[in-house]
């Protein structure tokens, strides 16, 4: 028996997010079913991050089980061309049997791309949330760090998140500033809330508006009040980077 670990991008645009659902297209279902065609068996397919609905992943990862001989540059290249041009394996290793994506990971990193200006680039339109209006955005790269540390993150959790802990441990909150417009926002951590980035991404962009002061943010964190904090983003400017592991 084989663990076969993948490394996926994928566009999130056309899918109802990572996991399988009934009557809806998932990454999670078209990869499976790819793996299945492959290998020609059933197979478990496990994820490291259940991504959203419309989420992208620059470095989503996966494992699955088999006994088929296939070299790991044949499973590369078959599930590329079975699988349809918006989901893309771009690695494949043999891991040991005990490898888990989603348990034994230590760690994440996201990414959250925003647009300022009048017009978003049409081929952008999937990729990014438009700031319209003005925006401070050298107050929103300043309070970014506020965010770093291990705390309480119950202000931005969703509230149908069934996590045993809201403590989490956040070592990398910061902005990159692009040309053309764009505002990247990268926050990597042991472990994430659901919407937890897209609603921190949420609650800088009101620092930014000047809706809330950053002095604001540890009262928030405090308070562990969903209801004060910014609003859940589009998940469209959302990615996931890159799962991290020992």
């Not at 990572?18 to 994820?47: F, M, R, S």
């Not at 107050?139 to 045993?164: H, Q, V, Y």
Request: aromatic share 12%; glycine share 8%.
């Amino acid at each position: 028996m084989r663990n076969i670990k993948l490394v996926v991008q994928y566009d999130g645009t056309n899918y109802s997010g990572w996991q399988i659902q009934p009557n809806v297209k998932t990454i999670q279902g078209v990869l499976k079913n790819a793996v299945e065609t492959l290998v020609d068996h059933e197979v478990k397919l496990y994820g490291a991050s259940r991504t959203d609905a419309g989420v992208h992943a620059l470095g989503q990862v996966a494992s699955f089980k088999t006994e088929k001989k296939h070299s790991v540059g044949v499973i590369k290249k078959g599930l590329n061309a079975i699988l349809p041009d918006d989901i893309r394996v771009v690695e494949v290793n043999d891991v040991d049997l005990s490898f888990h994506p989603r348990f034994d990971a230590r760690g994440k990193t996201y990414r959250y791309r925003f647009f300022i200006g009048d017009v978003v680039p049409p081929f952008e339109r999937f990729y990014c949330y438009h700031v319209r209006g003005k925006v401070d955005v050298e107050k929103m790269i300043e309070s970014a760090p506020l965010f770093e540390g291990k705390k309480d993150f119950s202000s931005f959790r969703d509230s149908m998140c069934t996590a045993k802990t809201t403590i989490k441990n956040i070592k990398i909150s910061k902005f990159n500033l692009l040309n053309n417009g764009f505002l990247e926002y990268i926050i990597t951590g042991d472990s994430f809330l659901h919407h937890m980035v897209r609603n921190i991404a949420g609650t800088l962009l009101w620092i930014g508006k000047g809706k809330i002061s950053p002095d604001f943010i540890p009262e928030l964190f405090e308070k562990k009040d969903r209801t004060l904090a910014g609003p859940t983003l589009d998940a469209k400017g959302l990615f996931l980077e890159k799962v991290y592991y020992r």
